[in-house]
């Protein structure tokens, strides 16, 4: 789910070892599947990064075809590939065309949040009708806009450890107005010290239902977790299943 305008060679490492941990691929796959087989299934990964879900998908059993604007990222997607299934198209997720239709369409952690207006999220909305099958469905992998609101509007930040001799400090501010999001990731090691920040913006559940009326789509389904739970007041995670209406 990488921006090139944020995500530049030298950060490329960094964001994939954050993007490891915040947006775990199991979970993506465990919850996809509990709604699609995906063994055999053609399927379009937007923003697909640095490819940490498009190589559970295709571990899973699943063709896919990863898109992502930032070189970079695919870069290391490729080098990484070994035999799995999966293509590349370096494109801006929110206006490709691609000559092909897919059973099934994700959006990991938080990639819909990246498109930053209501005019862009319907747009994005519109390549996702464009591109899947009569019969498929799409997957919008969203925290609860709830959660960016639990420390009302002050910065936060928590530090997690990247393996044995790094940690990452991620600070984030939201803004009830605007829903905006600014999270700042600063990635530590002994000797290195590297830093990039993304920008989002969440819609809520009834915002997201309107928005994909408009592009010809409908929600079919919501979880609260990747292990199938019902969404409601508590949930954490907004896992949206799509389908075209």
Wanted: charged share 20%.
């Amino acid at each position: 789910m990488s921006d090139p305008s944020v995500y530049a060679p030298e950060a490329i490492d960094a964001y994939d070892l954050v993007s490891s941990m915040l947006s775990p691929g199991a979970g993506l796959v465990a919850w996809v599947s509990a709604h699609r087989p995906l063994a055999g299934q053609v399927v379009l990964d937007l923003g697909a990064g640095t490819g940490v879900s498009s190589f559970a998908l295709a571990d899973a059993g699943a063709q896919v075809v990863a898109v992502d604007a930032s070189r970079p990222s695919l870069d290391l997607l490729e080098s990484r590939c070994r035999d799995r299934k999966i293509d590349v198209v370096e494109a801006d997720f929110r206006d490709i065309q691609l000559n092909s239709t897919f059973d099934i369409i994700t959006l990991s952690r938080n990639t819909f949040f990246l498109a930053q207006s209501h005019d862009e999220k319907i747009a994005l909305l519109r390549v996702i009708e464009r591109h899947l099958k009569p019969e498929g469905a799409a997957f919008l992998d969203c925290t609860d806009p709830a959660e960016f609101l639990r420390a009302g509007g002050d910065a936060t930040s928590v530090t997690y450890p990247l393996g044995r001799d790094r940690m990452v400090t991620i600070t984030q501010t939201a803004d009830r107005a605007s829903q905006a999001i600014m999270s700042i990731f600063l990635v530590q090691s002994a000797s290195t010290l590297t830093a990039f920040h993304e920008m989002a913006t969440w819609a809520t559940l009834p915002e997201i239902r309107l928005m994909a009326r408009m592009a010809g789509l409908e929600v079919t389904g919501v979880n609260g977790s990747y292990a199938g739970e019902d969404y409601d007041a508590r949930s954490r995670e907004m896992l949206v299943v799509l389908e075209r209406k």
